[in-house]
């Protein structure tokens, strides 16, 4: 029994009702990624959860932090080689 209750904290089922044209689009994709239905399904849904996440991330400030970062992106860029050489180099294609 304890073995039993073990898979259970690894794993969590969840049931969802879809239209077989969905499915079938669904089943197309995981086949082509080389997935299961399932491993392509949690891979989508985590991949949608964790940016709906990402995009509410509140980064609460004060107003002298606030000035700061106000000021930063207002000021010049600071000087980066690198980053000049990079856009000044013609591409592959263009030369």
């Given amino acids: 029994m304890p073995r039993q209750n073990a898979m259970r904290a ?3 089922n ?3 009702r879809i239209a077989p044209e969905k499915r079938e689009l669904i089943d197309r994709a995981a086949s082509i990624a080389g997935k299961t239905r399932s491993e392509f399904i949690l891979d989508a849904v985590t991949r949608a959860a964790e940016h709906t996440l990402l995009d509410q991330r509140v980064f609460p400030v004060d107003d002298a932090q606030w000035q700061a970062f106000t ?7 600071a000087q980066n080689e690198a980053l000049h050489k990079l856009l000044h180099t013609p591409a ?3 030369a």
Avoid: E, M, Q, Y
């Fill in 10 to 12: 690894k794993s969590a």
């Fill in 14 to 16: 969840i049931h969802i």
């Fill in 71 to 77: 000021d930063a992106l207002d000021g010049p860029p």
């Fill in 92 to 94: 592959p294609w263009d």
